[in-house]
């Protein structure tokens, strides 16, 4: 069995490969879900029910997609220069609780002018975490999987620190929570009644913004150009390691505004469980888009209707509600695969 | 004439509408050096992948011994004892030679590896076909001639009686290469047969006794090479005439170029005190052994490496190391490796063509890219250098690589520079694209521009420098008029002779 490097790739191809994927992973999580002794059938119509079946359902799903946009970006953006932030997840959290120092009263500024305070010092702080691994890594050569990954536990007990210490709320009888952002900081709902909220239509323009830097700014083609070939990049006079910083501020400044959205748009103030590992879906998330900022969107609603789908489904027909991570986990092995199959031909001798 | 060892016998194989092969026969006898020459598609590589058991044939079959080989099946090439030696190498740099021969040849199965008797062959096959090489040496600390040795080696330990060998040079010093050919006569000498897959005259008229001539995917001429002449060979592979790139004397102009005791150290490179002047208008060729120095030179005149003492001058202006500062000084540069520094394979045409000047404000304002502009100027390069490619957003892998040469050369060329950095300009390519490249240089010559040189092949170097130049250990010789040098001075120079460090 080998492997040939195809001269074209058709766009046929480009579609039907990812397609067939999705719908190799609906039939192996659809034998898993046989195994529970549930009907596959019913099992995702149910799931499908209870992700955009009802509007509330629908609403929900956008609500869980909003931070995952934001993280899925961040690490679109790292990987597409080759720079594997796998640190999302500490870049929220720094985000948050930034967010959380200045808006919880420290300024007591009208909305207009408090939010995008709050937006620009979010994304600071996760753009912070992510420099100090970036540094390294242009200077010493240190590897940035590793410090980015390490970081995320070093943050969230930085977080931990702090919720037991100085940002805990005093009214917040003995848990470790801080206090809640102050009503000019909260973002409004977008329906009444429903938890989705503006931070979700700040995702999709971030999303076009991203799209837009990566399609015509300088900065999207240093981007690209690096993560190709970084040494043709430094021969033809690109500054490399400037290049990885910008991308390591714009990443951990993406990451940063997850934070900020999930505490302002729906929480309200930030806990050690904020986020249930919207840094580690995010990689999924861009991988699953191929990078691409829009499909980055799309790619964040299909994670999220799995998770709120197989919620439902768990509720209902008795699968156990981890069918969602391993749905998640098959499409993106399925994925994967079908984008290797679009660049290479499999022989069979 | 005796019973061939291998007959390939109208060998066929189209990709969709592309025939690659076109009914190839040939025969090879037992103790002779096929020579299989043609540019870079002509089907060298297909007819050697289906020889391989890579690729299936669609029509025709191939015999060895007269017995005929099951298609698309490597283990039965193999078996029947061919074996070959890829222009890249396919060894584990971590390993020690031992390792990397007998890798593959024992059962997963078995206990453990019985390493003394397989270096004592190893020996013995140095030893028989005269391959010096360490048995117990790591592989990343030999030089490239001593890996393409443990290349034949692993091939010979697995009993191979037909050799292929493909582009074998195209990584050697002239030096490594004529001992190489020298090996391979004790080879055919000792009853093997070896097919010689080349583009280069020079080598096919050194090396071998037979040449078939591919072009288009076909074979176009079967030759002795001692009935042939360089010329013949060159029309045949290419399909015209070849003119001889042609210097005319003309009068220098100001100073581009001056290095004044430049030194600089790289690891085990280095350079000493070099000094150097090139003249508007003139081209100065380096000559030298590879690994002499010459890409620390070139890696500090790109900008991409810091002098450490000693002063570099552009243009009358002194210049930092930086390789956006060199190209805004109007250094043309034309990288050693077009593959990992001259373009960026997966990007477009279009987006390597503008590389060194997309901030420029001919391209964009305000920190955006004008893609249209870009375009522009990518079909305007594609078309004035003639570029075979199916467009400007075509990726710049897809491209031969004459045709990325010629795309660097539109690069670099298109806003009139004052120096030309051509370090290995034409290794690799075809008669073809040499010719064309060569005559680039020259056109640029005749328009003012200083052209500093630096060439492996000295043919190269005589037929277009005014002055020649040599390195030796990371100093350089002082110029020599063309007129007044010969290949045979050029290498006693490169030996090593007249310099201070020379033993």
């Known amino acids: 069995m080998r492997l040939e490097p195809r001269e074209h790739q058709s766009l046929a191809l480009l579609v039907g490969y990812p397609v067939l994927a999705l719908a190799f992973a609906a039939v192996v999580c659809a034998l898993l879900v046989m195994l529970t002794g549930a009907s596959p059938f019913q099992g995702f119509g149910l799931m499908l029910k209870g992700a955009l079946g009802t509007q509330f359902a629908f609403f929900e799903t956008l609500t869980r997609a909003t931070p995952l946009i934001f993280t899925g970006l961040a690490a679109a953006v790292a990987f597409r220069a080759k720079l594997w932030n796998i640190g999302a997840e500490a870049q929220l959290y720094m985000g948050a609780v930034m967010?959380?120092?200045?808006?919880?009263?420290?300024?007591?500024?009208?909305?207009?002018?408090?939010?995008?305070?709050?937006?620009?010092?979010?994304?600071?702080?996760?753009?912070?975490?992510?420099?100090?691994?970036?540094?390294?890594?242009?200077?010493?050569?240190?590897?940035?999987?590793?410090?980015?990954?390490?970081?995320?536990?070093?943050?969230?007990?930085?977080?931990?620190?702090?919720?037991?210490?100085?940002?805990?709320?005093?009214?917040?009888?003995?848990?470790?929570?801080?206090?809640?952002?102050?009503?000019?900081?909260?973002?409004?709902?977008?329906?009444?009644?429903?938890?989705?909220?503006?931070?979700f239509v700040i995702a999709v323009l971030a999303a076009l913004a991203v799209w837009i830097v990566d399609r015509k700014s300088a900065l999207g083609y240093e981007m690209r150009a690096v993560g190709h070939n970084a040494k043709a990049a430094h021969f033809a006079g690109i500054p490399v390691n400037r290049v990885l910083a910008k991308t390591a501020l714009l990443s951990g400044g993406l990451a940063g505004l997850a934070g900020w959205s999930e505490v302002t748009g729906l929480k309200g103030n930030l806990t050690l469980d904020l986020s249930p590992g919207f840094g580690y879906s995010g990689i999924v998330v861009a991988m699953l888009a191929l990078l691409h900022p829009i499909g980055v969107v799309a790619a964040a609603i299909f994670v999220a209707a799995v998770f709120v789908g197989a919620d439902a489904m768990s509720r209902t027909a008795g699968v156990p509600s981890y069918i969602a991570h391993v749905m998640v986990a098959v499409s993106l092995l399925s994925m994967v695969t079908a984008i290797m199959l679009t660049r290479y031909r499999l022989r069979w001798r | 004439m005796q019973h061939p060892v291998l007959e390939i016998d109208r060998i066929t194989k189209r990709f969709g509408p592309l025939v690659a092969n076109d009914a190839i026969s040939l025969s090879l006898a037992r103790g002779e050096i096929l020579g299989l020459l043609g540019e870079n598609g002509a089907g060298k590589t297909t007819l050697m992948n289906i020889l391989f058991g890579h690729y299936v044939a669609d029509e025709g079959e191939i015999r060895v011994d007269g017995k005929v080989l099951p298609p698309g099946e490597p283990r039965a090439a193999l078996a029947a004892g061919i074996g070959m030696v890829h222009q890249h190498f396919t060894l584990a740099d971590n390993l020690t030679v031992i390792d990397n021969i007998v890798l593959g040849t024992e059962s997963l199965w078995r206990w453990k590896s019985n390493l003394s008797s397989a270096r004592a062959r190893i020996r013995q096959l140095a030893e028989d076909y005269g391959l010096a090489v360490a048995p117990d040496a790591q592989v990343s600390s030999l030089s490239v001639g001593e890996r393409q040795r443990v290349e034949i080696l692993k091939a010979l330990y697995r009993n191979a009686r037909i050799l292929i060998l493909d582009e074998p040079t195209a990584v050697l010093t002239p030096q490594e290469s004529a001992a190489l050919f020298e090996t391979l006569k004790r080879f055919v000498a000792k009853g093997l047969s070896i097919i010689f897959i080349s583009h280069k005259l020079g080598e096919i008229m050194d090396a071998c006794s037979r040449v078939a001539i591919l072009r288009g995917g076909k074979l176009v001429a079967e030759r002795k090479v001692s009935d042939v002449t360089r010329a013949e060979l060159a029309e045949l592979?290419?399909?015209?005439?070849?003119?001889?790139?042609?210097?005319?004397?003309?009068?220098?102009?100001?100073?581009?170029?001056?290095?004044?005791?430049?030194?600089?150290?790289?690891?085990?490179?280095?350079?000493?005190?070099?000094?150097?002047?090139?003249?508007?208008?003139?081209?100065?060729?380096?000559?030298?052994?590879?690994?002499?120095?010459?890409?620390?030179?070139?890696?500090?005149?790109?900008?991409?490496?810091?002098?450490?003492?000693?002063?570099?001058?552009?243009?009358?202006?002194?210049?930092?190391?930086?390789?956006?500062?060199?190209?805004?000084?109007?250094?043309?540069?034309?990288?050693?490796?077009?593959?990992?520094?001259?373009?960026?394979?997966?990007?477009?045409?279009?987006?390597?063509?503008?590389?060194?000047?997309?901030?420029?404000?001919?391209?964009?304002?305000?920190?955006?890219?004008?893609?249209?502009?870009?375009?522009?100027?990518?079909?305007?390069?594609?078309?004035?250098?003639?570029?075979?490619c199916p467009g400007p957003e075509a990726r710049v892998r897809l491209l031969s690589g004459g045709n990325m040469q010629k795309l660097i050369l539109g690069r670099v060329m298109a806003h009139d520079p004052k120096l030309i950095l051509a370090n290995q300009p034409t290794r690799g390519l075809d008669v073809g694209a040499v010719a064309y490249v060569h005559e680039q240089l020259l056109a640029a010559r005749k328009r003012g521009a200083g052209i500093l040189l630096i060439s492996e092949d000295l043919d190269e170097l005589l037929a277009l420098s005014d002055k020649v130049a040599v390195m030796f250990k990371g100093e350089l010789s002082a110029p020599m008029q063309r007129q007044t040098v010969t290949i045979s001075s050029l290498g006693l120079l490169m030996a090593g002779q007249g310099f201070s460090h020379a033993a």
């Open chain 1, 99 to 199: 967010t959380v120092v200045l808006g919880t009263g420290l300024l007591p500024l009208p909305w207009p002018i408090l939010w995008p305070v709050l937006m620009v010092s979010a994304m600071i702080g996760g753009a912070l975490v992510l420099s100090v691994p970036t540094f390294l890594k242009t200077r010493f050569g240190v590897d940035e999987v590793v410090t980015t990954l390490l970081l995320n536990f070093i943050v969230l007990l930085f977080v931990s620190m702090l919720l037991e210490g100085v940002l805990k709320d005093p009214m917040g009888l003995g848990w470790p929570q801080s206090k809640k952002v102050i009503a000019d900081a909260q973002l409004p709902k977008l329906v009444q009644g429903k938890r989705l909220h503006l931070g």
């Open chain 2, 237 to 388: 592979m290419v399909g015209r005439p070849i003119p001889k790139p042609k210097a005319e004397p003309q009068s220098p102009g100001n100073m581009v170029l001056s290095l004044e005791k430049a030194s600089a150290r790289r690891g085990s490179q280095a350079l000493h005190n070099i000094s150097l002047e090139v003249l508007g208008g003139e081209v100065i060729g380096i000559a030298g052994v590879s690994g002499n120095g010459q890409s620390l030179l070139a890696d500090c005149i790109s900008g991409t490496w810091a002098l450490s003492a000693g002063s570099l001058v552009v243009d009358g202006q002194t210049s930092r190391a930086s390789p956006r500062a060199m190209v805004e000084q109007g250094v043309a540069r034309i990288p050693e490796d077009r593959h990992t520094e001259g373009m960026i394979g997966d990007m477009s045409i279009t987006e390597n063509a503008v590389a060194e000047r997309y901030r420029s404000s001919a391209f964009s304002s305000r920190g955006l890219v004008d893609w249209r502009k870009a375009r522009v100027f990518a079909e305007s390069i594609i078309s004035k250098y003639d570029v075979k």
